[in-house]
């Protein structure tokens, strides 16, 4: 049995020396090297190519080297083939911590005064009134967030596919609870995993459902987004402004109108980054379970696609 690195567009010396380190026996090797794609059984994946998975036959378990599991295509493995996804608590703080300051950042108006600076003019304002946060997914990442923001004095609302019970979130599901979740909303963040369901939501009949001032927030992925329907909302004042962390094509390619628009803040798929030093014991313990054919920690439902 051997395992498979193709955790692609970065250097990965480092965490190939932890993952050595932390299941010894075991072959370790990466991608595009290997000497023996039959004996390939666990693959730690991010944005590897589709054409990977029919490559390798006696494949068991595909891990991802992040929270999603949209960069794996997941119609291309066989059967047999299990999922695997990291939760991890740091990453949801960091993601938690990511979204409060930049509901902060447009509630104080930091964008404007940083305008105004670039044009040496002196224009106080108070901060921004509304306090409504509404988080459209609220698994690993979307709880804590709620959580943190609550602890922050906002008052939270969430939707997710099924009811939930969280406290001091009101709690919405499906898609006949979405237009009310939707009404009387001052920020909207996205952290939905992509799947059929959630590709393109972030259109412009959801955004007409929006209060007038709305800020939308995506950290999720690049495609829930209608890219040229948030640009007319934005131009045509039906939304206060965009924060953007994804985008369909990532790097933003440098023409893109994203980054010279007034009112959208762009940064480049940072809001929640995989941390080597607390996700490694994780992905040992999912190889170790490879090997027995024990139940793997944080498997992904493939029914549901996350
Ligand atoms: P998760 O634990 O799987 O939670 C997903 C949530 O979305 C669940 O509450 C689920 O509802 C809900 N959902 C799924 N499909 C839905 C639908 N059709 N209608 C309504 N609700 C739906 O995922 P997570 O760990 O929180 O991560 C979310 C996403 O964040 C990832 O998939 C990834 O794309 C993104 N992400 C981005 C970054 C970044 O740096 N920007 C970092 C990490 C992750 P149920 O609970 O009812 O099933
Ligand atoms: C990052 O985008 C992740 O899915 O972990």
Redesign the pocket.
């Known amino acids: 049995m051997s395992v498979l690195v193709c955790v692609t567009g970065r250097n990965n010396d480092k965490l190939m020396a932890k993952l050595s380190d932390a299941i010894p026996d075991v072959k370790i090797e990466q991608w595009p090297y290997c000497e023996d794609l039959s004996s390939v059984q666990f693959v730690l994946a991010w944005n590897a190519p589709d054409n990977l998975w029919q490559q390798l036959p006696n494949l068991k378990v595909v891990q991802s080297y992040?929270?999603?599991?949209?960069g794996i295509a997941l119609d291309k493995l066989k059967p047999c083939v299990s999922v695997a996804?990291i939760?991890d608590q740091k990453?949801?703080v960091?993601?938690a911590e990511?979204v409060l300051s930049h509901v902060l950042a447009n509630k104080l108006r930091h964008r404007e005064y940083a305008a105004n600076q670039s044009e040496g003019y002196w224009k106080p304002r108070r901060a921004m009134g509304g306090n409504e946060v509404g988080i459209?997914?609220?698994?690993?990442?979307?709880?804590v967030t709620a959580e943190v923001l609550v602890r922050h004095g906002f008052s939270v609302r969430?939707?997710?596919?099924?009811?939930?019970d969280l406290p001091k979130v009101a709690c919405y599901?499906?898609?006949n609870q979405l237009e009310t979740f939707l009404s009387e909303i001052d920020y909207l963040v996205c952290?939905?995993?992509?799947?059929q369901?959630?590709k393109g939501m972030l259109n412009a009949k959801l955004f007409s459902l929006l209060p007038a001032n709305c800020v939308v927030i995506n950290?999720?992925?690049g495609q829930h987004l209608v890219e040229e329907d948030l640009l007319a909302a934005l131009d045509n004042n039906k939304l206060g402004g965009a924060v953007l962390?994804?985008f369909s094509t990532e790097p933003l390619p440098e023409n893109h109108p994203f980054w010279s628009h007034s009112k959208v803040t762009v940064t480049p798929?940072?809001?929640?980054?995989?941390n080597m030093d607390t996700v490694i014991a994780q992905i040992a313990a999912n190889v170790n379970a490879c090997l027995d054919d024990t139940p793997l920690e944080n498997q992904v439902n493939l029914s549901?696609g996350?």
């Open positions: 992040g929270a999603g599991v949209d996804r939760v990453l949801s960091d993601m990511y459209l997914g609220l698994g690993e990442l979307g709880k969430g939707w997710s596919r099924t009811q939930k599901a499906g898609e952290l939905l995993p992509l799947t369901q959630t950290v999720a992925r962390d994804v798929h940072v809001a929640a980054v995989t549901k996350y």
